[in-house]
């Protein structure tokens, strides 16, 4: 009997897909209560545990959060941009279709088609603090493109609000872009905006 065929081998795998899923949100938590080295220490765990050709759920999840994590917003434009990749494997892919249905078990995790306009977001707050405002533009529009996916929600109004943020900032900025002046206070590796408020989107918790 194929793994296929094994209902015991399919809940197997499933309940080790959760398992990471768990252990993700875990480290995920340890970050927003603001230990921010070691979660940085706890998710390269996990990353390489994962492996580099592992589960595309995992990747995309993992990374995504990683990037809060950075310093430096040049590694948070790279693990953003791993997080999109793995994005991309996943809706892609079609032995990875049961993926939906396996975030769609985590109660607070959207489809992985409505990470998509979080995950251009985050590019274009990146891009931006990098000052290279065509990017930021550019992953802007596709995050505006997506966002009909997102629910009406506390997480879909904080990525809209967070659009819209950085529509402002980057008009204000003019074609010419340019990295702002940092917030006294502000956490590197954070866009903010002229009242210092966060422009990135939230982190949907797996």
């Known amino acids: 009997m194929s793994v296929e065929d094994d209902p015991v081998a399919e809940q197997q795998e ?9 252990r993700i949100g875990q480290v995920a938590m340890l970050l927003h209560g603001g230990d921010r080295e070691e979660a940085r220490g706890r998710f390269l765990d996990l990353w390489t545990e994962i492996g580099e050709d ?5 990747r995309c999840t993992l990374a995504h959060y990683m990037a809060d994590a950075q310093d430096d917003p040049s590694d948070e434009l790279a693990w953003d941009l791993r997080a999109l990749s793995a994005a991309d494997t996943v809706t892609d892919t079609p032995t990875d279709r049961p993926t ?24 274009a707050v990146d891009y931006a603090n990098l000052g290279r405002s065509e990017a930021a533009r550019s992953h802007l529009r596709r995050a505006r493109d997506t966002v009909g996916v997102l629910g009406d929600d506390a997480y879909g109004d904080g990525v809209r609000a967070g659009i819209g943020r950085l529509e402002l900032r980057l ?9 702002p002046e940092p917030t006294p206070g502000q956490t ?4 903010r905006g002229p009242g210092g408020e966060t422009l990135g989107p939230p982190r949907q918790r797996p």
């Open 100 to 123: 939906d249905a396996r975030i769609a078990e985590h109660q607070q995790s959207p489809a992985v088609r409505a990470f998509y306009p979080s995950l251009h977001l985050s590019l």
């Open 14 to 22: 499933q309940a080790a897909a959760d398992a990471m899923m768990t």
């Open 54 to 58: 592992g589960d595309a759920l995992h």
């Open 171 to 179: 008009d204000e900025e003019g074609p010419s872009g340019g990295a």
């Open 188 to 191: 590197p590796g954070q866009g």
